[in-house]
């Protein structure tokens, strides 16, 4: 009797030192906002993004200014011509201010479109990066410590040098 005591004993103990062992994770933290701000390929899409809102912009600019100029002159012959040709002109800057508008949405949309297609092979780099070297350095869980992201680090390993190094930066 006294040995089946024993051995459930034995048996507690181990069963609930393995369980406490299971229960240690090792955790790390890395800031991915400034790795991926590190990349070198976030350097040349944050180029060609730039490049295409100044060409967005460029062109919106000339339809402004077409526009601003029309509503000058037909505003200056407005008293020299019949009210049907001051209708007709009416309808057609008012035409022109929607087609504006219309190309302002479009031109966001596309930049965000590009922005996205842009973003994913990098995020996804990265992403790739940082789970080599978690499971290189034997680490159960990286957290996103990025400023704003709910996560507060006193303590553990900061990952973002040695993904830097996996990633060549």
């Known amino acids: 009797m006294k040995?089946?005591?024993?051995?459930?004993?034995?048996?507690?103990?181990?069963?609930?030192?393995?369980?406490?062992?299971?229960?240690q994770s090792k955790?790390?933290?890395i800031n991915t906002q400034d790795l991926i701000a590190a990349m070198p390929d976030m350097k040349v899409a944050q180029?060609?993004?730039?490049k295409l809102g100044k060409?967005?912009?460029?062109?919106i600019k000339a339809m402004v200014t077409e526009y601003q100029n029309k509503m000058k002159l037909y505003e200056a012959e407005a008293t020299s011509k019949t009210d049907e040709e001051n209708e007709k002109?009416?309808?057609?800057?008012?035409?022109?201010?929607?087609?504006?508008?219309q190309f302002q949405g479009t031109a966001q949309q596309?930049?965000?479109?590009?922005?996205?297609?842009?973003?994913?092979?990098?995020?996804?780099?990265?992403?790739?990066?940082?789970?080599?070297?978690?499971?290189?350095?034997?680490y159960d869980y990286v957290l996103d410590s990025t400023q704003g992201g709910g996560v507060i680090m006193s303590d553990g390993k900061d990952l973002l040098?040695?993904?830097?190094?996996e990633l060549g930066i």
């Open 27 to 29: 955790v790390a933290h």
């Open 89 to 101: 002109r009416l309808v057609e800057v008012q035409t022109m201010q929607q087609n504006i508008q």
């Open 55 to 59: 060409t967005y912009e460029a062109d």
């Open 110 to 138: 596309e930049m965000q479109k590009k922005e996205i297609d842009l973003l994913k092979p990098i995020t996804e780099k990265a992403k790739a990066a940082i789970l080599k070297v978690a499971r290189a350095q034997g």
């Open 47 to 50: 180029s060609e993004l730039d």
């Open 3 to 23: 040995q089946i005591k024993t051995l459930l004993l034995a048996i507690a103990l181990f069963i609930g030192g393995t369980s406490v062992m299971q229960g």
């Open 161 to 165: 040098e040695d993904v830097k190094t």
